[in-house]
């Protein structure tokens, strides 16, 4: 195992294998999310390395900002969009055939306490 290459354990005793350099550990969740799972963390705290190191770069505060940093351009004209609306607008939409479940249907109220059933 190299130096930044660990063996990590949880409580039941399963045993996970950790590195923070390539930022991968063998419950696959770091390489998912590109979060550090709690075998990372673990790993980085005890061996004293940044945890903050191991976040990918889109989920700090820069890459949030420069995700909105450009602008958003309006639509120009809306002659297109009502061409697409009249098309969707002849189209009845119905709901899904459904059938009626088995046995008996189920009371639709609840009587209170003073009342008699």
Not at 26 to 46: T, V
Not at 86 to 111: I, N, V, W
Request: hydrophobic share 35%; charged share 25%.
């Amino acid at each position: 195992i190299a130096e930044d290459e660990h063996e990590v354990r949880n409580k039941n005793g399963a045993g996970f294998h950790v590195d923070l350099v390539n930022k991968t550990c063998s419950c696959c969740e770091f390489q998912m999310l590109s979060i550090p799972c709690s075998h990372a963390i673990a790993s980085a705290i005890k061996w004293k390395y940044s945890v903050e190191t191991l976040v990918l770069s889109a989920y700090t505060v820069e890459g949030l900002r420069s995700a909105y940093a450009g602008s958003v351009l309006s639509v120009p004209d809306y002659t297109g969009l009502s061409d697409l609306v009249s098309d969707f607008g002849e189209k009845h939409l119905c709901p899904p055939a459904t059938r009626r479940p088995p046995g008996r249907p189920k009371k639709q109220r609840f009587f209170s306490r003073r009342e008699k059933i």
